[in-house]
């Protein structure tokens, strides 16, 4: 058994701007303890990001003022966003590390609007759904209704999120049908007294300020959300860890003082979810590393909440078995090679890194679970330089038996070190850049090529496809670039199944200056599609309109 840790945050930001440094938020190494280790995914939930009736359309085409923040503090520390969805000022933002992502499955994103009887996204749930290392993870936030008296609108809208949030894998169609789940967000639950005793906003103060430290369990046996809990009428499947944090809300901006126009409560909160004994050869769990608020932020009147979790996966090969490979750009890189071992039972993906210090890379690999099929597709290395404008740039890919080939796979262009899964430059259909093979590969297109790569598959052979990429697909500046396969059986889920070495792209015209990519990710100067994405826009994104078209998760 292994772990992967997870890290939380749920803050209502109430319509601000980030004013304050973000750094503490997320409990990053400092001078005194510069040897902590990091995640392994990063989880922001954020409510009420300022979004206007009238922007709505301006919103899903720009990146917010949180998001940008967020990215240029965890790229730089080798995170990517594994996936990202709004429903107006509602915002999931899920980053994962380099060194996982090609062993991320059927990631799907889904969302509930429960304003105004499900018709207003001002309050609502968002969610991603993805496979890692065998089991299934689903993380949500939500905003539910606010509001002391209505309580039982917040249990309505907890019951219409789990029957309305539906997913396309069929054995995870629903919420709680996952291994894992953790629900963050404002989830609005208030203290609540009884009516011939109870005190005022004041009065809960006065008592707050005489409590022992992380001693709340005089005023948490009213709490709202402990009660439904308890009673079976909303999240009975869920537990939380102790609360040993003041209440969260509502607070006078700019200061650590209550706002008594509400009485003090745990409005923000984390919950989670496990299926124990779904396997017979593990048995899962989620250990509870820490839960807490952070009082320092003051820029809203919520206070953040934040928490950190180990959950297990199962673990067998070492990757002192594999050797590395190393890569003609000297820049970071991941591939995805398939270990022949006999004595294996199925064939398991390890990641290997090059230039990467060595308490970077894991002492182990993640191994199967027993019903579980690892697909991997591997790009071979790509020596020679890519010149803007040839006729036909030609690479390899390798598919392990278990790749399912779907008429939507397609391959991603991206920027060698880029920062998000939605970045891609530009991207072909499998189907159009697939061709005949080298001597013994197997071919995908035409009847006889996919009759030929079905039958290496049957046979439980790996199966080499050449890959041509005409004049216009996309890369139109010098700089370093990868290639990135992406299995998408329709248009709501995808997988990352390989990603290449960096490969080099120059023009015919002027040679491509010898630099360390790990200094500089290109000599290139993109076009304004993609030049920066983590900074304001000031103009249009070009390479994501499309998807935001396509994609009404971001429409609302």
Sequence with gaps: MDTLRFY????????????????????????FNKNKPLPDFYVIGLQEVKSQPQNMLMDSLFTDQWTSMFNKILCRQGYIVAKSVRLQGIILLVYTHMKHVVHLRDIEAQYTKTGLGGLWGNKGAVSVRFNIYGCSVCLVNSHLTAHDHLLADRINDYNTIISDHQYHIT??????????????????FRTDHPAENSPSAEEIVATLEKVEKDKFNTLL???????????????????????KFAP???????????????????????LFKVITNTYENVTLRADVISYNSLPQYTISDHKPVVAQFNIKTQRKISASDVKPKVGKAQIRMRSAVVSDSAEMPNE???????????????????????????????FEPISRIWYIGDADFRTQCTLTP?????????????DANFHSLDDYIAY??????????????????????????????????????????????GVRTPGFYRFIYFSQPNNDVRSVLGISEPFEVSSKEDRLVNIDPCIEASTSKPSTATSDVFTDFTGLDVAKLSRHFSNDLSID
């Design 8 to 31: 939380f945050v749920t803050w209502n930001v109430a319509t601000k701007s980030p004013g304050q440094d973000l750094n503490a938020l997320l409990d990053f190494p400092s001078v």
């Design 171 to 188: 054995e995870t169609h629903n919420i709680l049908y996952h291994d894992y789940v953790f629900w963050i967000g404002d989830l609005n």
């Design 221 to 243: 046996r009213h709490d709202q959300l402990l009660a439904v809990m308890e009673s079976g009428e909303a999240f009975s499947e869920f537990s939380e860890a102790d609360i």
């Design 248 to 270: 969260t809300y509502k607070f006078m901006i700019g200061t650590d003082d209550y706002d008594i126009k509400r009485k003090p409560s745990w409005t923000d909160r984390i």
């Design 348 to 378: 398991v993906a390890v990641a290997t890194f090059a230039h990467l210090p060595d308490e970077d890379q894991d002492e182990h690999q993640p191994e199967a679970f027993s019903n579980y099929a690892v697909r991997v597709v591997e």
């Design 402 to 414: 278990d790749v399912e080939v779907n008429p939507n796979d397609w391959i991603g262009i991206y």
């Design 428 to 473: 072909e259909y499998l189907s159009k850049v697939c061709v005949a093979g080298a001597a013994g590969a197997e071919g995908a297109r035409g009847a006889e090529g996919a009759e030929s790569a079905e039958g290496a598959r049957s046979a439980g052979r790996p199966r080499t496809f050449t890959l041509s990429f005409p004049v216009g697909s």
